[in-house]
């Protein structure tokens, strides 16, 4: 398969996904194309579409690649979708989607013991929204389920992974010093950040 027919059709993949599709995955649909031809017709179309001015180009998101749209176009998107900010999340979701961000694998005891306050109705929405999945049981007394970020989390913060967090540090420069949110950042600090 010649080069040029490689990037077309790695063009109508992206174009087509719904989700960011890993080099495993184009590697399978193109059968029998080396990665590293996929890379550089990757590689090639993202430097056109930059080079183009074009309003979309590709990302790498959640461990693969995806079209996306450029972020200044985002008002004129929001009005033909008519968005309301359905999609937005509430303080408490954000607050709690860090935590488990954060210190994954961990309980729902041990969130509400850093909010110091009942998660039940956050964590449901969460888990609704596929931020957060149960990655499995504690190994302690009653056993209570271990929440963790998803892949479509990866993907809904345009992440490649959970090491572009920002630093827990970083947060504690933002803020003044002895508020709640402060106690908040250093108690979420305590643990090491997931690989």
């Known amino acids: 398969m010649e080069a040029e027919q490689v990037k077309q059709i790695i063009e109508a993949l992206l174009f087509t996904s719904d989700k960011p599709l890993t080099l495993t995955r184009i590697k399978e649909v193109l059968e029998g194309v080396d ?22 180009n590709i990302t790498e998101v959640a461990g693969g690649y995806s079209l996306s749209t450029n972020p200044k176009y985002a008002p004129w998107l929001k009005r033909l979708y008519n968005k309301t900010g359905s999609e937005k999340l509430s303080g408490p979701s954000l607050e709690t989607l860090a935590i488990i961000a954060y210190r994954q694998p961990i309980t729902r005891l041990e969130i509400e013991d850093i909010r110091g306050v009942n998660v039940d109705g956050v964590l449901r929405t969460l888990l609704e929204r596929s931020l957060v999945r149960i990655s499995g049981r504690k190994d302690i007394a009653g056993r209570p389920f271990l929440y963790s970020t998803t892949r479509y989390f990866l993907e809904f913060f345009g992440l490649q992974s959970l090491n572009e967090l920002p630093k827990l ?6 803020m003044p ?14 643990e090491d950040r997931p690989d």
């Open 177 to 190: 010093q002895g508020g709640e949110a402060d106690v908040a950042v250093k108690e979420v600090a305590q």
């Open 169 to 174: 540090e970083e947060f504690g420069e933002l």
């Open 35 to 56: 990665v590293q031809v996929i890379k550089a017709q990757l590689s090639e179309l993202r430097d056109s579409y930059a080079n183009s001015g074009r309003s979309f």
